[in-house]
């Protein structure tokens, strides 16, 4: 069974340049969250989506952020324009609506995004 | 609002050693809590969890045990293992009564490591 799968895995772009990180989340899962990690500021939730539905982006920095949903198995977050201090790990989480009280989010292996 | 502290890390043990990383939370009402594990390239993988007050989590070896006295959740195991090493983040819901989403509430992380 496939776990939450993150393209790409490394990014390397110019500051000013657009950047779109993609994921899938695991199949029958109905949420899915979006998380930035860094050294400074830890693991920060930017937004998270129900039935593809955003519910919360109080989390997302800027309005240079963006995230879409079009369907159960797709969603991106858009950079643009992106800017050095956005170098991060992105990671993409599902979850189903049965663990969600408990929790349980299913993490995929990130997108290392460095902007130079 | 609610939070976490972690202990600093790196952590350096020697195989078989006796871990603690210790958790402490400040939360309004009756959190649950978490451990998540990364290991290195990986994503967040959800280790143990407690809901309620004296409830302890158990898993691969690994406890903790949810002390509503001390406002503490110490990640415990008594051997460690070469492949124990990764970081360990601590959490908390962020319980929200109307829906049956909770946000997570992640500490820094504590970074483990551990030689032959």
């Known amino acids: 069974d496939a776990g939450v799968i993150q393209s790409p895995r490394h990014e390397v772009t110019e500051m000013g340049q657009e950047v779109t990180l993609r994921c899938k989340p695991i199949s029958g899962h109905d949420y899915l969250f979006w998380y930035r990690q860094t050294m400074m500021r830890g693991l920060e939730l930017l937004i998270y989506?129900?039935?593809?539905?955003?519910?919360?982006d109080s989390g997302m920095p800027e309005d240079r952020f963006s995230a879409k949903m079009p369907n159960a198995s797709f969603s991106t977050l858009k950079i643009q324009p992106s800017e050095p201090r956005d170098s991060a790990v992105y990671f993409c989480?599902?979850?189903?609506?049965?663990?969600?009280?408990?929790?349980?989010?299913?993490f995929g292996p990130g997108t290392r995004l460095t902007v130079l | 609002g609610n939070s976490v502290t972690q202990m600093e890390g790196p952590v350096t043990l020697s195989e078989e050693a006796f871990l603690t990383i210790n958790c402490t939370y400040t939360?309004?009402?009756?959190?649950?809590l978490f451990w998540y594990v990364q290991y290195p390239g990986e994503g967040l993988q959800l280790l143990l969890k407690a809901t309620k007050a004296d409830d302890k989590g158990s898993n691969k070896g690994f406890e903790a045990t949810y002390r509503k006295e001390t406002t503490s959740f110490h990640l415990e195991k008594g051997s460690v293992q070469v492949s124990d090493s990764a970081v360990y983040f601590c959490?908390?819901?962020?319980?929200?009564?109307?829906?049956?989403?909770?946000?997570?509430?992640f500490g820094t992380g504590t970074r483990l490591l551990v030689s032959p």
């Open positions: 989480a599902s979850s189903s609506s049965t663990e969600i009280k408990y929790n349980e989010q299913f």
């Open positions: 959490a908390l819901s962020d319980r929200r009564m109307n829906t049956g989403f909770q946000k997570l509430v």
């Open positions: 939360a309004t009402g009756y959190p649950s």
């Open positions: 989506f129900n039935n593809n539905v955003p519910i919360d």
